[in-house]
């Protein structure tokens, strides 16, 4: 899963296991130094990726949904010299220059399309952008040839289908933003317009919903043509559908759900006590079957999504805890950060199937491709555990790494 927001600090992991209820895997392997998988990482000055024991400084960058390519730019005097690379092997894809400053922002399923704004204009979750009037976004297309948007309004791009209709949040007021709406813009008309509702019909003027307080982080589904976004804090924030139905909305947190290729988007209401406490100890993640999974560590809640249905199937108990949450799957179990202690909580029954101290407050997870490994950013690098026991594998030192983004 991806989140696009810095992660703080994480000290060395010595885990010790008490995860002894935990199904084996086989081919953990002994301690070593370098990661088994390509790791993307936020650093001091933008992102890095990690192969092994090597670490690659990229500058601004961002990765396709489905971690093959990595598009960064960095400045080439006036201009950006932007470069897209393997994920896997780091070999050269694709470069250009754009005239001015850009940074890439979101991308198509296979970074076949990429959209790029001015360095300073942030990601999408988080707080409000700074004023703006207008907006340019530029987009790079299979065709290599940029095309320039120049919108009225404060737009920051969300996401792109690999058709290439691009869906921003459209911040309101455009010079005081203070809440936003998801709108679709189609790079022909280059004309912003409502999404379809549940029903795939148009949203009738006026009962577009629009958002207020933090968007956490977001995790595409397993086929990744859905876009999970989870949202805190959202006084006075009415759904589409209640706009529509004269409902009212009491939810202090929900998902959106964002289909791309289907132009239309469904918000799953999260209950009590989620939203209620930090954004920060907020977590989502997605699972091979499609289900997706929300933490809150400070209200020691977890929901679990049914994909299908759109609503909340089931809501439990799990432990409480401090500071930023971090979770990701593997094969059965959710693993789930929270302070200094990673939880491994089997899929089956929701129970915790066992705990492992950490050395310092956990930040970012990623699980290796074979699901043997998992992955832990760390101030000083990332560490590798054993993801049946908890042992630590090995580390890789990272100088001014401050989180673990996910695993390409």
């Known amino acids: ?35 088994t998988d390509p790791l993307l990482v936020a650093v001091a000055r933008g992102q890095a990726i990690v192969r092994g024991d090597r670490v690659q400084a990229l500058g601004d960058a961002i990765a396709s949904p489905d971690g093959r390519r990595v598009i960064s730019a960095t400045p080439a005097g006036p201009d ?34 990429a959209a790029f704004t001015s360095p300073d204009r942030g990601g999408t979750t988080g707080y409000a952008p700074s004023a703006q009037a207008r907006s340019s976004i530029a987009v790079l297309g299979p065709g290599g040839q940029p095309d320039y948007l120049d919108l009225p309004g404060n737009y920051v791009p969300d996401a792109l ?4 209709t691009m869906y921003a949040l459209d911040w309101l007021p455009a010079i005081a933003p203070d809440h936003y709406r998801v709108r679709e813009i189609n790079l022909t008309t280059r004309q912003p317009a409502p999404l379809l509702t549940r029903d795939k019909v148009p949203i009738p003027p006026g009962d577009e919903e629009e958002m207020r307080g933090e ?29 529509i139905s004269g409902g009212h909305n009491e939810s202090e947190a929900f998902v959106h759900t964002l289909f791309l290729d289907q132009h239309w988007a469904y918000c799953i209401d999260l209950p009590d006590p989620f939203g209620t406490g930090p954004a920060a100890g907020h977590a989502v993640a997605t699972a091979p079957n499609g289900e997706v999974y ?27 805890g401090t500071g930023t949450a971090s979770a990701t799957v593997g094969g059965a179990y ?11 909580i089997a899929r089956r029954n929701l129970a915790v199937a ?15 491709a074979d699901g043997n490994r998992l992955y832990a950013g760390s101030q000083g690098g990332v560490a590798q555990l054993d993801a049946r026991t908890g042992t630590h594998l090995g580390s890789v030192p990272i100088p001014g790494m401050t989180g673990l983004l996910r695993r390409l």
Request: proline share 5%; glycine share 12%; with cysteine.
């Open 1 to 35: 899963m991806t989140t696009r927001r810095d992660f703080l600090t994480l000290a060395a992991l010595g885990a010790t296991a008490t995860a002894a209820g935990c199904t084996a895997r086989t081919g953990a392997g002994a301690p070593r130094p370098g990661t």
């Open 80 to 113: 950006t010299a932007v470069v897209v690379t393997s994920a896997a092997s780091g070999q050269l894809v694709a470069a250009r220059t754009l005239p001015g400053r850009w940074a890439p922002r979101v991308a198509s399923l296979d970074g076949g399309y």
């Open 161 to 164: 289908s690999t058709s290439g």
């Open 215 to 243: 968007g956490r982080m977001a995790a595409f589904s397993p086929d990744l043509a859905v876009l999970y976004t989870l949202y805190t804090h959202q006084p006075g924030h009415e759904h589409t559908r209640d706009l």
């Open 294 to 320: 929300v933490a809150d560590i400070t209200g020691g809640r977890l929901a679990v999504i049914d994909p299908d249905q759109l609503t909340v199937a089931t809501v439990a108990a799990i432990p409480t």
């Open 334 to 344: 959710l693993f789930l950060a929270a302070g200094s202690t990673v939880h491994a």
């Open 354 to 368: 066992g705990s492992w101290t950490a050395g310092g407050a956990v930040n970012g997870l990623a699980m290796s």
